[in-house]
């Protein structure tokens, strides 16, 4: 064990590759970015890494911090467009009661697309932005 994990905190490590199977690689958020842009049916190929930390701080209360890489190339007719995106995010978790969950989570999301096409006016686009999100579940 490393010194500087708690006793039931966990450290987790993935990794993907697909080919024409761009729906498995990286987080829901960054498949559903994904689709978005290139929403078709064209050979594909990508990567995926993802690292994440948990860490409880009480039986109420835990956090997550998290850091994901995915990058796909897409095989159209003119072009062969691919899509890099870095997502960093952490969460503050709260459980008051058995089967509520209350939480905040804040993500910085880094996006580049190249379009690198014969037809393309556009040579490719940096996207960034933060995210919030806050939740409320009841598990039946």
Known sequence: ??????????????????????????????????????????????WSALASYHHNWSDKWASNAFASFNGVDVNLLNSIPSVKTSRYGVNLIYQPAEKWTI???????????????????????????????LWVKHEL
Request: net charge negative; no cysteine.
């Open 103 to 133: 939480g905040a989570e804040l993500d910085l999301v880094m996006t580049r697309i190249n379009l690198n096409g014969s037809i393309s006016a556009i040579p490719g686009a940096n996207l960034k932005g933060a995210t919030a999100f």
């Open 1 to 46: 064990p490393l010194k500087f994990i708690a006793e039931n905190d966990v450290i987790t490590f993935n990794a993907a590759y697909a080919v024409d199977s761009a729906i498995f690689l990286g987080t829901p958020a960054d498949v559903v970015a994904f689709a978005a842009r290139f929403p078709t049916a064209a050979a594909s190929r990508g």
